[in-house]
């Protein structure tokens, strides 16, 4: 009796579709840890500016400094918020919206490049893998660009040139990081393809043109830019099965040349984050490429156990033993950089997480929110009532100071991404009108509030679970316009 082939496409729709599912269920618990609110809180600075602006007085307010972020998700954003959705529903959208998106855009593209098998093979082990699950939802800006660059090489490898630039130059008004390693994808295909070098060569020309506006805007404000060590880089996610199947993937994709040889080069244009950040290397968007190349090896596994005696029932074997290992069971190896600690942890899957969320040892801060509605609704109450509009906050938390502010229409003397440096130093404290503390997990007030509190002569003004906010009785701006 001869065996059918499997329905790959449907698979990869079911896979699709239950991720969507997840995705939706998750709309309560949304948004996720930190990220997002910093691209909420531009998009209102937008909103104020009445578009986009290039420098950023939202933050490190009164001074501000150069707005260096690539504008095309906040200007997708402003848009939503035209169309009058409220912040946090924006928030949710994009975060709900976003991973199955790269899921189908992803799947679209490999059967076009390959076929239905290595894109169900893709899907697979891409959705199994729980911290770039969290690295697609969270990284917004980073995913977009993912999304937006499948297309370009799609386009690329279709011979559709300048559609193919525009949408890599896209990547780079969308996210810098992830726009060079789609370039770097790009021309490390055109030197290992012959045949698509003259093209490769084009469609990177279009692109550089295209976003030298931008890159030139940044390249002159470089002063102002530095890197910053983030705690997310403290705790890597190795996926040992993925490499594994990687190493066999390569020499398949070294074999098959043409298209196949993408995913060697988005290895290639990925490793300089290993550097920068090793975290979005080893255990986010740095693992697509090997990813593919994984997706290979498990299509060439398939077709030669189905060879074997011409019966396809050794491949079916692979094909669900395969599927059940990376869906419910392979290991992940994390690396604490700062404990010098490591350890083995099998079923740590996203369906796992999804399906059965465990609040144990592997507690991942990035998988929860800290928006909760009713606490932050009292604070901003407070902080409505004792300011107005455009006053400057300050927080401990930045991020906690950067959310209350673009929920209540106020900036923030604070910023929440360190990498860019204002435009002048400035007595972050001292520039503020009101102060708000958030305190310590056990209940207990930060160590240095009542030292900072004494030395400003702040008012005390109110306390609840989360915080206690103080007022600056010295002339919040005037005592900085004077000392500028």
């Not at 740590?348 to 399906?355: G, I, V």
């Not at 902080?383 to 923030?412: K, M, P, Q």
């Not at 009542?450 to 005037?478: C, H, M, Q, W």
Request: aromatic share 16%; glycine share 4%.
């Amino acid at each position: 009796m001869k065996t059918r082939e499997p329905s790959w496409n449907l698979y990869s729709t079911a896979i699709l579709a239950a991720f969507s599912f997840f995705q939706i269920m998750q709309w309560p618990l949304l948004p996720k840890f930190l990220d997002i609110y910093y691209h909420l809180f531009v998009m209102k600075g937008f909103a104020q500016a009445g578009g986009y602006v290039t420098s950023s007085f939202w933050e490190y307010a009164p001074v501000g400094r150069p707005h260096l972020y690539p504008p095309f998700l906040h200007l997708v954003m402003l848009g939503l918020y035209k169309l009058g959705l409220s912040e946090m529903t924006i928030a949710r959208l994009v975060e709900c919206a976003l991973y199955p998106a790269v899921l189908a855009v992803q799947w679209i593209v490999l059967k076009r490049l390959f076929n239905s098998r290595i894109a169900f093979f893709v899907t697979v082990i891409f959705s199994s893998v729980y911290s770039l699950t969290l690295a697609t939802v969270i990284l917004a800006p980073f995913s977009l660009a993912y999304l937006v660059g499948l297309l370009a090489l799609l386009s690329l490898e279709k011979g559709k040139v300048l559609v193919s630039g525009l949408l890599l130059a896209l990547c780079f008004y969308t996210h810098t990081w992830m726009a060079w390693i789609l370039l770097v994808t790009v021309l490390s295909y055109g030197a290992l393809n012959r045949e698509k070098r003259k093209e490769a060569a084009f469609v990177s020309l279009i692109a550089v043109a295209l976003a030298l506006p931008f890159l030139a805007f940044q390249f002159s404000n470089r002063a102002f830019f530095s890197f910053v060590k983030t705690k997310e880089n403290l705790l890597l996610e190795i996926d040992p099965s993925v490499y594994c199947l990687a190493i066999y993937g390569a020499v398949t994709a070294f074999r098959k040349k043409g298209p196949a040889l993408l995913a060697f080069c988005l290895v290639l244009a990925t490793l300089p984050l290993s550097v920068t950040h090793p975290f979005r290397f080893f255990s986010g968007h740095g693992l697509v490429g090997w990813i593919w190349l994984a997706g290979f090896a498990a299509d060439e596994i398939f077709c030669r156990l189905c060879e074997v005696r011409r019966k396809r029932k050794w491949g079916l074997a692979w094909l669900l033993t395969f599927t059940l290992f990376f869906s419910l069971v392979a290991p992940t190896f994390f690396y604490d950089l700062k404990e010098r600690k490591n350890r083995l942890v099998f079923f740590n899957r996203s369906l796992n997480q999804y399906l059965i969320p465990r609040n144990d040892r592997n507690f991942r801060v990035k998988g929860f929110t800290i928006y909760f509605e009713k606490e932050y609704a009292e604070i901003i109450r407070i902080v409505l009532e004792h300011t107005e509009r455009g006053d400057i906050l300050w927080s401990n938390f930045n991020h906690g100071a950067g959310l209350i502010a673009l929920l209540s229409d106020r900036r923030t003397s604070s910023a929440m991404l360190q990498e860019v440096k204002p435009y002048r130093p400035f007595d972050e404290i001292r520039a503020a009108r009101l102060l708000i503390w958030f305190k310590e997990p056990d209940g207990n007030p930060p160590k240095d509030m009542e030292r900072l509190v004494k030395r400003y002569n702040l008012r005390p003004v109110a306390e609840t679970d989360f915080v206690t906010i103080y007022e600056n009785l010295e002339g919040f701006s005037n005592t900085f316009d004077k000392a500028a």
